[in-house]
């Protein structure tokens, strides 16, 4: 056996585990899911119940959205309850989920979940406590500084279904200091996950570069450098095996070129962002938002093409997101108020102040914003091909807020948004109403769908506060 088809054996020998091929130092570029590494000795069985691993990445808003309530029209939601197509949702161009309508067959929209537990002094707060654990609210701290009583879907995902039962991937658009910044990751009870907004940071440790001499990550930072040529010599090894199928090939050069445009995007970036340090930026600017949310993004695909984690979250600004933005086709490209002072509708944080005029189509315009960035995010998972179709079809991607609607700040009626079925086990090209069910049953079919198992076997309904209903959401399954 020549020295190329000895790598991608060895490589092989570690299918359903990272895959690695490593440089310099502790440089250790992860590869995407290649036909290679699945070919086995003829004397081999397959390994008994092997699976397709699954994905999951919950991408939070603040604020709400600008749907119907406190005698504002429906902004958001579909007309109608049923099949979504690309034709139906393109048709109703006043509405949010428009934007989505090039991926309307692997959607799943769902109406009619709440918070089941009242917010202690703050709105925003216990709605950031409450998104993804489905826990109560604590009695001390409480107001902007109470926390969660249990801990988050991602955290009981990762620690199942995670390589290693590592934590998942954990980001943030915005400063993680100040009034609310960190909301939405729980470890256990009060126990708030930390959250990473800094994507060199994130791409650093992910690589191993964090081990490296800063020479060295100046290099790749100014574009002199990519991780992929400090493994080179494996992966010029790697490519010219035999092994290798056309789509292998295919699939290395696309998750190459991914790594790249990560590297060249952060180099365009992060010069100004490592002055500043991304906390001291003005938390009402929005010029770095869509950038490092879309950064973020890229870093979710790769992490889960490379198998670094199978769970991520990002949450897209503080727990009361205050930034301005400025969207190219609206106004001309104003600036506009703050975004925390548009859900109120008012130019104030409280309960008075003078009206914003247009504040509800603002609303509108900036959830149209948001569901861009999760098309950008489907658009990246859509690009890794696995065994058994993309990162898309074998995961689940979910679009929320922390309220439902921004005015009232009501923990009724909380916007889900869900693409990928997790290989045919979620309903797509949907739109449905739970029924004002708790959000619980949502997180049990979730966390059932990406194969995660109570203790007997069977699958999860229990998740979130134990005196909540049991239960999962029937309509949502394929």
């Not at 008012?346 to 149209?368: E, R």
């Not at 979130?464 to 399954?477: E, N, R, V, Y």
């Amino acid at each position: 056996m020549n020295k190329r088809d000895k790598l991608v054996q060895l490589l092989g020998s570690r299918a359903g585990r990272r895959v690695f091929l490593r440089g310099a130092g502790t440089v250790a570029l992860g590869l995407p899911f290649l036909d290679a590494f699945a070919a086995r000795p003829a004397h081999a069985a397959p390994a008994a119940g092997a699976a397709q691993p699954r994905f999951a990445v919950f991408i939070r808003q603040a604020n709400g959205v600008a749907q119907a309530g406190n005698g504002e029209p429906e902004l958001f939601w579909p007309r109608n309850l049923g099949a979504l197509t690309k034709a139906s949702m393109t048709s109703e161009s006043d509405r949010a989920v428009t934007e989505l309508a090039s991926y309307a067959d692997k959607l799943l929209l769902v109406k009619g979940t709440k918070f089941a537990f009242k917010g202690n002094g703050c709105g925003h707060s216990g709605g950031g406590n409450q998104v993804l654990t489905a826990a109560q609210v604590s009695q001390d701290p409480s107001g902007a500084a109470s926390l969660a009583m249990g801990e988050s879907v991602d955290n009981r995902m990762a620690r199942e279904i995670n390589p290693d039962k590592g934590e998942p991937l954990t980001l943030m658009t915005g400063p993680t200091q100040g009034y609310l910044p960190v909301v939405l990751s729980y470890r256990g009870p009060k126990d708030l996950r930390g959250a990473d907004n800094d994507p060199f940071a994130v791409y650093t440790r992910m690589t191993g570069l964090a081990g490296m001499g800063q020479a060295q990550i100046a290099q790749i930072a100014s574009r002199r450098k990519s991780v992929n040529d400090l493994v080179r010599g494996q992966l010029q090894t790697l490519l010219s095996s035999p092994q290798l199928s056309s789509e292998d090939h295919r699939r290395l050069d696309l998750h190459l070129s991914a790594v790249r445009d990560v590297e060249v995007k952060m180099a365009c970036v992060l010069p100004d962002m490592r002055q500043k340090e991304l906390d001291a930026i003005d938390p009402v600017d929005g010029n770095n938002y869509l950038t490092v949310t879309q950064m973020h993004m890229d870093l979710v695909a790769l992490s889960f093409a490379c198998d670094y984690s199978r769970v991520a979250t990002i949450q897209m600004g503080q727990g009361n997101d205050s930034t301005q933005f400025s969207i190219p086709s609206y106004m001309g490209g104003m600036l506009l108020p703050r975004y925390h002072q548009i859900s109120h509708r008012i130019y104030s944080d409280g309960a008075t102040g003078d009206p914003i005029a247009g504040a509800q189509d603002m609303h509108h315009q900036i959830d149209m914003l948001h569901a861009r960035l999760f098309v950008y995010l489907l658009d990246k998972l859509s690009s890794y091909s696995q065994a058994n179709g993309t990162l898309l079809d074998n995961g689940v991607a979910a679009w929320t807020n922390d309220l439902g609607h921004g005015v009232s700040h009501t923990y009724d009626n909380i916007p889900w948004v869900l693409a990928g079925s997790c290989g045919g086990y979620l309903k797509q090209g949907a739109y449905v109403d739970a029924g004002g069910v708790t959000h619980n049953k949502l997180f049990n079919t979730l966390l059932s769908a990406v194969g995660v198992r109570k203790a007997d076997g069977s699958e999860v309904d229990d998740f979130g506060d134990p005196g909540l209903a049991k239960g999962q959401i029937a309509a949502i399954k394929a």
